[in-house]
């Protein structure tokens, strides 16, 4: 059975999951006024400290950008790196994959590098090196050089649900007996693009989100880095399920039955062997926007049929994109291991249209499975069940 061996994450709440667990446990938001960069937007979004105060290490400097900054940072934390080396020197560099998801990888370095072009040719700096940071398989090589792993390796780029499906890609290499191991996870970083992309959509909030909330009105950004450490083991968390559907209905908007979102939910749920009535709580999507709560809400009534515990933590930690899933895998393990149903940041009511079992307030309660909420743009779903198998 594949099994979390460790997990670490690095969020606008902290580094390391203790930092991660002590704000869930006490509804803590990370969203604060938006004051990124050059950015001028009536915004909230989460942004982790310190980062342009942890340059990479010397040997892999030619990556520089703020996505691998903070994949640095968390591949430091809880142990993960020494985990990963333990692991490598078990089964060796080449049986080892790395699958990581994100969305604006270093593109916030081309976006400097744009302020800078030549006044004549238009010519972008030549000190702009695209393959080690705008690339979005910048951040997996990033990975693989800091551990000199040569395992099978890829970046997923599927919107919101890239740093879910990783668990998808990973356990497949490893049940088809090409590597023993996996470095799975997800880091985006806050860049221009995204920012004023989501604000030409509108769907930016001007407040701190409010998942599920009647007076939702938008998302809120974070960023963040999350990994674990996937193999064959006897104790741990358990990757029990990955369900993946895409219903394509539209390039933005979740379909309005939540379709797509019901069959990722199911297809985790044949995969883990699992009856709805066996999942404890639900790590919603819930991004805060009016109509992907309430598709969320239809999906979910649908596969489970009666309330059921959930909650979005996306007013803790903002919508860290392309990293959620990964962030929201992590947070899912440890409500596993600690018995603690999150709440959710940010909402003030539950609006009473959508999920009676939805949780406003942390509370603690015996956790066997869970399942977790990815849905991307396009249609592009997962859902993901762990456990804590007897």
């Known amino acids: 059975m594949l099994r979390f061996l460790s997990y670490t994450a690095v969020t606008g709440l902290g580094r390391g999951v203790e930092a991660l667990a002590d704000a869930l446990a006490q509804r803590r938001s990370a969203l604060a006024p938006c004051h990124f960069e050059t950015v001028q937007l ?15 290490r010397a040997d892999l400097a030619a990556f520089e950008c703020r996505n691998n ?16 080396r333990a692991a490598r020197a078990r089964f060796g560099p080449a049986r080892i994959g790395v699958f990581l998801g994100t969305s604006t990888a270093g593109i916030l370095e081309t976006e400097i590098a744009y302020r800078h072009r030549d006044p004549v040719t238009g ?15 910048s951040v997996v090589e990033f990975a693989r050089s800091y551990f000199d792993l040569t395992g099978p390796a890829a970046a997923v780029c599927t919107a919101c649900s ?23 996870g997800g880091v985006d970083s806050l860049c221009l693009t995204t920012l004023y992309g989501f604000h030409s959509l509108e769907v930016l909030s001007a407040t701190a989100c409010r998942p599920f909330d009647p007076d939702r009105d938008g998302i809120s950004i974070g960023e963040g880095a999350a990994f674990t450490l996937l193999a064959r083991g006897e104790s741990g968390v358990a990757l029990l399920g990955v369900g993946e559907s895409s219903d394509a209905h539209h390039m933005s908007a979740p379909h309005p039955q939540g379709l797509g979102a019901q069959m990722a939910m199911q297809a985790a749920l044949r995969d883990a062997g699992l ?24 999906a979910v009534s649908a596969v ?14 903002g919508h860290a994109l392309g990293a959620a899933g990964a962030i929201e895998a992590v947070i899912s393990a440890l409500a596993l291991e600690r018995g603690l ?46 456990g804590l198998p007897s």
Do not use: W
Request: with cysteine; glycine share 10%; charged share 15%.
């Open 42 to 56: 009536d915004t909230m979004v989460a942004e982790v400290e310190g980062v342009d105060a942890a340059p990479l």
């Open 69 to 84: 900054r903070l994949a640095q940072l968390a591949l430091e934390q809880d142990g993960f790196a020494d985990a990963v």
């Open 123 to 137: 010519a972008l700096p030549a000190a702009l090196d695209y393959r080690r940071s705008h690339n979005s398989f």
């Open 162 to 184: 890239s740093g879910a499906k990783v668990y998808g890609n990973a356990r497949r290499m490893i049940e088809a007996g090409l590597i023993d191991a996996a470095v799975v």
């Open 275 to 298: 009856a709805p009535a066996a999942i404890d709580y639900i790590n919603l999507h819930g991004t805060a926007t009016p109509a992907n709560d309430a598709a969320e809400s239809l």
């Open 304 to 317: 489970f049929g009666k309330p059921i515990a959930c909650s979005s933590t996306k007013g803790a930690t």
């Open 341 to 386: 149903v999150p709440g959710s940041a940010g909402t003030q009511t539950v609006d009473a249209r959508l999920l009676p079992g939805y949780r406003l307030h942390p509370e603690a309660a015996p956790l066997r499975h869970v399942l977790s909420n990815s849905f991307g743009f396009g249609g592009s779903n997962c859902a993901l069940v762990l």
